[in-house]
């Protein structure tokens, strides 16, 4: 016997685009983007630029590829970042002893100390982004959002 139930979401109320998650998330994005802007000391560090400083400094010396992975950030923009890190002299970049086509990119002493002196103040960004919640709230916003990305990986 086929299925016959309709998937399709069933609405009463016409659509409102300032309800939708897209618009929502991207809302609370932007907000927090403001907020690093506004508490973080370097004023030429973006927030992605950081969260790539972190990624080779948690990972080690790390290829263009694994950097993509890690921060979530496609290819041709995380070679951009790589070459304004490297302009500030944030970071290393090596051949790949295995592969001499490919770029190992590793921390340099000003990167490390870039990041110890940020750190404290990204934590601030995530606690101001997440003001007005309460700390059951905090859990589970972050659990629910790490549960959207583990079913986009699937």
């Known amino acids: ?86 302009a500030r002299d944030l970071i290393t970049l090596e051949p790949d002893p295995q592969d001499r086509r490919k770029v190992i990119v590793g921390l340099s002493d000003s990167g490390h100390q870039l990041v110890r002196d940020t750190e404290p103040h990204a934590a601030r960004v995530s606690e101001l982004t997440m003001g007005n919640l309460n700390p059951a709230e905090r859990v589970a916003m972050l659990y629910l959002l790490r549960k959207m990305i583990d079913d986009a990986d699937d």
Not at 21 to 41: E, P
Not at 54 to 62: I, Y
């Open 1 to 86: 016997m086929p299925d016959t139930t309709d998937n399709t979401p069933q609405t009463t109320a016409p659509y409102a685009f300032s309800e939708q998650v897209g618009h929502l998330l991207r809302k609370a994005y932007q907000r927090n983007m403001a907020i690093f802007q506004q508490n973080i000391d370097d004023s030429q560090l973006t927030a992605v630029q950081f969260i790539t400083l972190c990624a080779v400094r948690d990972s080690g010396p790390s290829s263009l590829t694994e950097l993509v992975k890690a921060t979530a950030v496609d290819q041709a923009t995380i070679r951009g970042i790589v070459e304004r890190l490297k």
